[in-house]
């Protein structure tokens, strides 16, 4: 990752620590898209994301549901893998999208995050929050 990039996701990340949960604004997948996005200059789910404005976890999944019609993706890691590459990394690098999967699902079978310096970082309904790597699977952007 060159420097300009790394200094312009610790920014977005330093910004995102003290921010809450919102559904539409800060949601998990929202910010591992605006993290991409800082990064390369375009998210993944750009597109995904201006189909229907959601502010509630039943609108998320209003949203998920045309998600999946338009791209005939069922699952959120299908998605990951039809738009980035996984990648082969047992330490995936700093600025990767992550993801892990949630015990109870809310609106994916996975929490959507972004690889941080010391780890990944996810964006929960209890704020930002660091995690250990603990088979996380990941993708290159």
Not at 101 to 123: C, D, K, N, Q, T
Request: include cysteine; proline fraction near 4%.
């Amino acid at each position: 990752m060159d420097s300009s990039r790394r200094e312009s996701l610790t920014r977005f990340l330093e910004s995102a620590v003290s921010e809450p949960f919102r559904w539409g604004a800060t949601d998990c997948i929202t910010f591992a898209n605006q993290a991409v996005r800082v990064q390369r200059g375009h998210g993944f789910v750009d597109d995904l994301l201006t189909l229907r404005q959601h502010t509630t976890e039943l609108g998320a999944l209003r949203l998920w549901q045309m998600a999946q019609k338009q791209t005939g993706c069922t699952d959120i890691v299908d998605l990951l893998d039809a738009r980035l590459t996984r990648s082969p990394r047992l330490y995936p690098q700093t600025g990767s999208v992550v993801a892990r999967p949630l015990a109870e699902a809310m609106v994916f079978s996975h929490a959507i995050g972004i690889m941080g310096v010391r780890g990944p970082v996810y964006m929960t309904p209890e704020g930002f929050q660091r995690f250990r790597l603990d088979g996380d699977l990941s993708w290159e952007i």
